[in-house]
């Protein structure tokens, strides 16, 4: 056995960063986090902005829904909130289609094959005899995951094609697939169907905590990054804001992260738990990083989705009270989901009772770059307008409107050569939802596994006992390989 890592630079203050950070600073190393914006949390965090009548509110970059599978991220979270009291559940997540089509996840058996099987029959978009139409063979693929098998068969084949070929009537695929694979930022044509079939297993059939979700009771940052900051603090990290790595160097046998605009700071191991564009970036511009030609290969082909947009909007009057926090959509142009945030949020419910109004927003995802936002946001309101029509004679009192294109793509072919946690480099490990990982999982849940994966690897050959990490079956119900339950594994 040898002796822990001293110090260590996370670069990163995303849930990724967060969670390495957590786990090193826990198990005495000293520890510098890194993050370039003002507050933590990365995608997942808030930051205080300013509505035009000088009422101050923490802005995000969109609805988050913290699924009960998620148990790495939830164990992260309860280091500073251990009873979780800042969730609370969502109740439903309908889809909602055209001519009044809804769709329900409520109250479904939390077990494959009875949770499909009751979703086969209670669904108004399949009647029996479709069912006879649908092809068994792709069918079987979303009872049958294998973590090698599946990627082998269906990563280079779209998601799009994947779906083509069930042979489901088309009202139901829209309903029961077009949502899903847009909750991942993706065109399903741009979308591998392993990469699919990996989150259907995940969230669906291996799951066995039910398809409804918890949403944050309070803007995120306030809710739990703010306070694992002053958790680590209080370890004894040290954490920077609004300083972004330059640069990494290999000097002396130790890690040196220097800094844009001077300064530096040393660790005897690095976690890079970035954006795909920042970790592109630090492996261009660093030498020692970037010595391993097919390694830095693999990140420079690190692929983007598409852009995305986010609009809140503060109106004057207040949508049905039978709305749910968050609704999926199908078949209204580019809107792809609603959340009434004063349905769930404290911040926003206060700002809505004092106005008699309501806080809502759109999202829009796989967007191609080139869209007019003027026209995408005519689009969003109308579907909105048809949805809960309620808001056709509402005015819009203040309005913040985000693009942004920095959510890791997963597009058919890329799976075989995706980077890992691990590096070429001793000392260096990579975290983030970009990473491919030995367990299934996705979004919050894979970055904070990443994280965790992470600081084991640093960890790694010490007398430290790892940070366990908890996942689903890996198998499918149809696997030819033997299943497990969800079970610890070692990073």
């Known amino acids: 056995m040898s002796a822990r890592p001293g110090r260590a630079v996370v670069v990163g203050g995303g849930i990724a960063g967060l969670a390495a950070a957590t786990v090193l600073s826990e198990r005495g190393v000293r520890v510098w986090l890194l993050e370039q914006e003002a507050f933590l949390g990365g995608r997942a965090g808030s930051w205080p902005d300013q509505l035009a009548t000088g009422e101050r509110f923490e802005m995000e970059r969109g609805f988050h829904g913290f699924f009960r599978q998620y148990y790495n991220l939830r164990r992260l979270l309860r280091r500073v909130d251990p009873d979780l009291a800042s969730l609370a559940p969502a109740g439903d997540y309908p889809i909602l289609g055209p001519d009044g089509q809804v769709e329900s996840f409520a109250g479904l058996p939390r077990r494959a094959p009875w949770n499909l099987a009751a979703l086969a029959l209670r669904t108004p978009t399949l009647r029996a005899r479709d069912l006879l139409g649908i092809r068994p063979r792709p069918a079987l693929a979303m009872l049958a995951f294998d973590p090698e098998a599946t990627y082998r068969r269906w990563d280079g084949t779209s998601a799009r094609d994947y779906l083509d070929s069930l042979g489901f009537p088309q009202r139901a695929r829209r309903m029961l697939f077009d949502v899903f694979a847009h909750s991942f930022f993706s065109a399903e044509e741009e979308l591998s169907a392993a990469e699919l079939l990996m989150m259907f297993h995940w969230y669906f059939v291996a799951n066995r905590e039910g398809l409804i979700f918890d949403v944050a009771r309070?803007?995120?940052?306030?809710?739990?990054?703010?306070?694992?900051?002053?958790?680590l603090a209080g370890l004894g990290a040290e954490l920077r804001l609004g300083a972004r790595a330059a640069r990494v160097a290999l000097a002396d046998g130790a890690?040196?992260?220097?800094?844009?605009?001077?300064?530096?700071?040393?660790?005897?191991?690095?976690?890079?738990?970035?954006?795909?564009?920042?970790?592109?970036?630090?492996?261009?511009?660093?030498?020692?990083?970037?010595?391993?030609?097919?390694?830095s290969a693999r990140v420079r082909a690190l692929p983007?989705?598409?852009?995305?947009?986010?609009?809140?909007?503060?109106?004057?009057?207040?949508?049905?009270?039978?709305?749910?926090?968050?609704?999926?959509?199908?078949?209204?142009?580019?809107?792809?989901?609603?959340?009434?945030?004063?349905?769930?949020?404290?911040?926003?419910?206060?700002?809505a009772e004092a106005h008699r109004g309501a806080v809502v927003e759109l999202h829009a995802y796989a967007v191609d770059a080139e869209a007019d936002p003027a026209v995408l946001r005519a689009e969003l309101l109308a579907g909105l307008h048809a949805l809960y029509p309620e808001t056709r004679a509402a005015r819009v009192r203040d309005e913040r409107f985000l693009w942004r294109q920095d959510c890791a793509g997963f597009p058919p072919g890329t799976h075989a050569d995706r980077v890992g946690v691990a590096t070429p480099h001793a000392g260096v490990a990579l975290a983030g939802d970009f990473t491919r990982l030995p367990v299934p999982c996705a979004l919050m849940e894979r970055a904070a596994t990443s994280g965790m994966m992470a600081a084991n690897l640093v960890l790694a050959g010490t007398w430290d006992a790892p940070e366990p990490i908890e996942c689903l079956q890996a198998r499918g119900l149809f696997s030819r390989r033997p299943r497990r339950a969800s079970q610890e594994v070692r990073a």
């Not at 309070?218 to 002053?230: E, K």
């Not at 890690?255 to 191991?269: F, H, I, M, P, S």
């Not at 738990?273 to 660093?286: F, G, M, N, P, Y």
């Not at 209204?332 to 206060?350: A, C, H, M, P, T």
Request: proline share 8%; no cysteine; net charge neutral.
């Open 218 to 231: 309070r803007p995120m940052s306030a809710a739990f990054w703010r306070p694992l900051g002053d958790r």
């Open 304 to 351: 983007l989705t598409r852009p995305f947009a986010v609009w809140r909007l503060w109106l004057d009057r207040p949508v049905e009270p039978s709305r749910a926090p968050f609704a999926g959509t199908t078949g209204f142009g580019r809107l792809d989901n609603i959340s009434v945030y004063d349905r769930f949020q404290g911040e926003s419910r206060e700002w």
């Open 255 to 295: 890690w040196r992260v220097e800094l844009a605009g001077g300064g530096a700071v040393t660790g005897d191991a690095v976690v890079l738990a970035t954006t795909v564009s920042a970790l592109q970036r630090l492996v261009a511009d660093s030498p020692d990083l970037a010595r391993d030609p097919a390694w």
